[in-house]
Nanobody, 129 residues
Framework: QVQLVESGGGLVQVGGSLRLSCAAS????????MGWFRQAPGKEREFVAA????????NYVDSVKDRFMISRDNAKNTVYLQMNSLKPEDTAVYYC??????????????????????WGKGTLVTVSS
């Protein structure tokens, strides 16, 4: 069975940092573009970051660029999201996503997750003043 299990969420103060992890199992991890989405209370799900199959290319929504960094370790079947300089507007449930059919990591954002094959259950990040 395929599983994506997120961890690392929690409560952090404004300006702080967190690192989210997503451990994948039951799928050929290297064949998937991996990414992160988030959904804040009362808002639509939005794309956050994606990374190519090899890990050589990454892309981000403008609001997190220069603050967040996505990475992957294909030997560990794990994708990470390092979040720095956190703001209250970053508060959301963060979801890990895997997509085998994308041409590139850039298309995960434009597709808004509609083609995602597998989703994690999410981990809550709360940024307080």
């Amino acid at each position: 069975q395929v599983q994506l299990v997120e961890s690392g969420g929690g409560l952090v103060q404004v300006g702080g940092s967190l690192r989210l992890s997503c451990a994948a199992s039951g799928l050929p991890f290297r064949s998937y573009v991996m990414g992160w989405f988030r959904q804040a209370p009362g808002k639509e799900r939005e794309f956050v970051a994606a990374i190519s199959r090899s890990g050589s290319i990454s892309n981000y929504v403008d609001s997190v660029k220069d603050r967040f960094m996505i990475s992957r370790d294909n030997a560990k079947n794990t994708v990470y999201l390092q979040m720095n300089s956190l703001k209250p507007e970053d508060t959301a449930v963060y979801y890990c996503a895997a997509d085998s059919g994308l041409t590139s990591s850039q298309t995960m954002g434009t597709n808004k997750g509609n083609g995602v094959d597998y989703w994690g259950k999410g981990t809550l990040v709360t940024v307080s003043s």
